[in-house]
């Protein structure tokens, strides 16, 4: 499996639920593109959950740390729910774990928005 | 393993789905190894990010371009060597991407990762073309 993305309103808040592999190619692209549907559409808070992303390459971390860079870039806020033990590994190695805002409740994630 | 040492090659198209065949490859026999599940992981994501490289950084995504996969297991160490058909880089010019400059990069984390997941790592020139990227994790040190 590749990717699946299912979107939602949580208030004012676009949360995304990741499911699969984001890795070099239909995974990585796919999430680039709707972050980048939702940043044309003007949406400023954005919460990645990523609760079922059972894997993710060096390019999806690339595609994490683009969509953050524009989205804050852009006056809006990105931030993570749910990273499994490999994925915060990965985070933690690239020193990136500090640099997105990450949470374990949803609803403790919405109200970091406000 | 009963101390004989095992090995396996292929030679793959300059395509994504070589990845899988390549990181499929290495965990079969790294799994017969004995490593333990983290361990698996771990290989499985650097052989993936050095097949990557192969295959996007080295051959081009070339259709004229071939990446040769050799996996192999002593009793002492499990080692991979991905060659591709490309114009080669200078590991030691690589930005570091933990220095503060690089650190919100869009790319330039695969051979860190390669070396944060194994026990060492060696970039060999091939010639007339290509480089050779060995990968290393000691057996030992599953225990």
Same mark, same amino acid.
Do not use: W
């Given at each position: 499996?590749s990717?699946?993305?299912?979107?939602?309103?949580?208030?004012?808040?676009?949360?995304?639920?990741?499911?699969?592999?984001?890795?070099?190619?239909?995974?990585?692209?796919?999430?680039?593109?709707?972050?980048?549907?939702?940043?044309?559409?003007?949406?400023?808070?954005?919460?990645?959950?990523?609760?079922?992303?059972?894997?993710?390459? /060096? /390019?999806?971390?690339?595609?994490?740390?683009?969509?953050?860079? /524009?989205?804050?870039?852009?006056?809006?806020?990105?931030?993570?729910?749910?990273?499994?033990?490999?994925v915060?590994?990965?985070?933690?190695?690239?020193?990136?774990?500090?640099?997105?805002?990450?949470?374990?409740?949803e609803?403790?994630?919405?109200?970091?928005?406000? | 393993?009963?101390?004989?040492?095992?090995?396996?090659?292929?030679?793959? !198209?300059?395509? $994504?789905?070589?990845?899988?065949?390549?990181e499929?490859?290495?965990? !079969?026999?790294?799994?017969?190894?004995?490593?333990?599940?983290?361990?698996?992981?771990?290989i499985?994501?650097?052989?993936?990010?050095?097949?990557?490289?192969?295959?996007?950084?080295?051959?081009?995504?070339?259709?004229?371009?071939?990446?040769?996969?050799?996996?192999?297991c002593?009793?002492?160490?499990?080692?991979v060597q991905?060659? !591709?058909?490309?114009?080669?880089?200078?590991?030691?010019? $690589?930005?570091?991407?933990?220095?503060?400059?690089?650190?919100?990069?869009?790319?330039?984390?695969?051979?860190?990762?390669?070396?944060?997941?194994?026990? !060492?790592?060696?970039?060999?020139? $091939?010639?007339?073309a290509?480089?050779?990227?060995?990968?290393?994790?000691?057996?030992?040190?599953?225990?």
């Open positions: 499996m990717v699946k993305l299912t979107t939602r309103q949580v208030g004012d808040v676009t949360v995304i639920d990741v499911a699969g592999r984001i890795t070099l190619g239909e995974g990585a692209s796919t999430l680039r593109d709707a972050l980048r549907e939702l940043v044309k559409k003007d949406q400023k808070k954005i919460l990645l959950n990523m609760k079922d992303v059972t894997y993710i390459d /060096s /390019s999806g971390i690339g595609e994490l740390v683009s969509a953050y860079t /524009s989205i804050t870039n852009q006056g809006g806020h990105l931030k993570l729910l749910g990273l499994t033990h490999r915060r590994d990965l985070l933690q190695i690239t020193k990136l774990y500090t640099v997105f805002d990450v949470h374990e409740d609803a403790h994630a919405v109200r970091s928005f406000e | 393993m009963d101390g004989e040492p095992s090995a396996v090659e292929k030679v793959l !198209d300059s395509a $994504l789905e070589s990845v899988d065949v390549g499929r490859m290495a965990l !079969d026999l790294a799994r017969e190894s004995g490593f333990s599940e983290e361990d698996l992981d771990r499985g994501m650097a052989v993936r990010e050095c097949m990557v490289n192969a295959i996007v950084h080295g051959n081009g995504y070339s259709s004229h371009k071939k990446v040769r996969i050799s996996v192999s002593t009793p002492e160490r499990f080692t991905i060659a !591709d058909q490309g114009q080669g880089f200078d590991p030691g010019k $690589l930005p570091d991407p933990l220095a503060e400059d690089n650190l919100m990069r869009h790319s330039g984390r695969g051979i860190f990762l390669m070396r944060a997941f194994m026990d !060492d790592l060696q970039v060999r020139r $091939l010639e007339p290509g480089t050779e990227v060995t990968l290393v994790k000691k057996v030992a040190a599953k225990r």
